[in-house]
């Protein structure tokens, strides 16, 4: 089975503890359910992707050589992806998200970035190079160094292939220098695009829910070199920016979790554009992918498979032509 996408990214677990209440600093709470999950957005983004595709996804990524590591393999070989870009770097960790989680959602969150954080260019140059020959899309998040980011970009740019940065989380880091001219697309949500272009927390938090908003601050980041900006903004769809400019709204469900929302929608985009498929039907595709993700819990438990997602997505066309009166 031939790759067709290639993901650059982080491989995380996550060793969760819910329980009543947060402790206070000093303060040691009994009881509560533990939860380990697989994690990180590299991850995540390609379990999405193997799920979504009819080809071969190839991970690009670190692990350590522990426990974690063997079981983050363990999973990826499981989804059937292409793992020579995969390095288990010696004498480091797994990547661990540790996630205390009180009654009513609210969290406490410490990452130990491990072998993410010690991801390096030459990682990416050790990567074959029928790998990227192969693959037409080559996707990458902000949970490694910028400087691995900008490597698997430049490859990707040399053979060709469409790129796609996802800025999660926000680092403005990616205004420097050409890094947005090796883009293609990118792909902030609401905050994230914020986040790029405001000034303080303050313009954030004035900025959300403004459509106007968003329309400039896309066009600030275009002017700063990628081809088009593709802002994820939850319940309100999404707007493409660039070339083409559109609205994609987004199918009405019953939210349980959005976890991995925005990684079921880039893993998915990439997916459809490697695939062939125009931009505008790509981000419709990405978009159902997204919305089917969020009506279940989990992170990558939630993610859809390709049937699920074309099921889904012949419903959403009949309730538009049933809501249009054809």
Do not use: Y
């Amino acid at each position: 089975m031939p790759v067709t996408t290639l993901i650059l990214g982080s491989v995380n677990v996550d060793l969760v503890i819910r329980g009543r209440r947060l402790p206070a600093p000093g303060e040691t709470v009994l009881g509560g359910e533990f939860l380990q999950a697989a994690g990180g957005k590299g991850a995540n983004q390609a379990v999405a992707a193997a799920r979504a595709t009819t080809g071969q996804v190839g991970l690009i990524g670190g692990i350590g050589d522990d426990a974690f590591g063997a079981q983050s393999r363990a999973g990826f070989e499981h989804e059937q992806m292409e793992l020579s870009g995969l390095s288990t770097i010696e004498n480091s960790s797994t990547g661990i998200a540790l996630i205390l989680v009180d009654g009513h959602g609210q969290n406490l969150i410490s990452v130990a970035s491990g072998a993410n954080a010690r991801l390096t260019p030459a990682h990416v140059d050790d990567v074959p190079r029928e790998l990227f020959d192969r693959a037409k899309v080559f996707l990458t998040s902000l949970e490694i160094t910028l400087p691995t980011v900008r490597r698997g970009l430049e490859r990707a740019r040399e053979r060709g292939m469409i790129t796609i940065l996802n800025p999660a989380p926000a680092d403005r880091g990616i205004l420097e220098g050409n890094l947005l001219s090796l883009v293609d697309i990118l792909t902030p949500n609401e905050t994230e695009l914020l986040q790029l272009t405001g000034d303080g927390d303050q313009v954030v938090h004035e900025g959300l829910g403004d459509p106007s908003r968003w329309r400039t601050a896309a066009l600030e980041l275009l002017n700063r070199g990628c081809r088009t900006v593709i802002a994820t903004l939850g319940a309100a769809g999404c707007l493409a920016v660039g070339d083409l400019e559109f609205r994609q709204p987004a199918p009405r469900v019953t939210a349980v979790d959005a976890t991995a929302a925005g990684d079921a929608f880039n893993g998915a985009l990439a997916v459809a554009l490697a695939e062939g498929q125009p931009l505008s039907s790509a981000v419709r595709f990405a978009t159902a992918t997204a919305a089917l993700s969020v009506t279940r819990a989990g992170a990558q438990p939630s993610l859809p498979h390709r049937t699920e997602i074309e099921e889904f997505l012949s419903k959403w066309t009949a309730q538009a032509i049933e809501g249009a009166g054809v």
